[in-house]
């Protein structure tokens, strides 16, 4: 099994369910053919180097697998005919360096998943906000001095 990196590029114009919907139906491509996942990570809405398509942004996600390389030329077939995609690129890590490469981006994008999981979970408590007393102002010196001459 080889070492592969697939960031693609969705267009902008989709919703977040529309997002998430695509992202699960390249995971899905990608595990059918015989690959592993090791680790995806949506980046978000980002701007593009020159736009694609008439298009100034698009929604980045990267996934990390490992697959045999008959696989890929399928995976990008598959990539090429959706419409929602701007752009792609597969990587492929060959040599140790490299894998140890894939190997340290992989666990980052599994630990920023798991740190995005764990703050969706989180109990979102909403403390009321501090209400502070009208301040009052001590009255000028001057006004103090003034009033002190009159009587």
Excluded: C, W
């Amino acid at each position: 099994m080889n070492h592969y990196e697939l960031l693609f590029v969705l267009k902008p114009t989709l919703t977040d369910e529309e997002n998430k919907a695509q992202i699960e139906k390249i995971i899905g491509s990608i595990i059918a053919q015989d690959a592993t996942i090791v680790a995806t990570d949506d980046m978000g809405m980002r701007k593009l180097a020159y736009p694609v398509e008439k298009n100034e942004r698009g929604y980045y996600t990267v996934a990390y697998f490992q697959a045999p390389g008959v696989a890929i030329a399928e995976i990008e077939r598959q990539l090429r005919i959706n419409e929602d995609i701007l752009k792609f690129m597969t990587v492929k890590y060959t040599n140790r360096k490299e894998i140890a490469q894939f190997t340290k981006l992989a666990d980052a994008a599994a630990k920023k998943s798991a740190a995005k999981e764990e703050a969706k979970e989180a109990p979102v408590t909403e403390e009321a906000p501090a209400v502070e007393a009208p301040a009052v102002e001590a009255p000028a010196k001057e006004e103090t001095e003034a009033k002190s001459e009159e009587a």
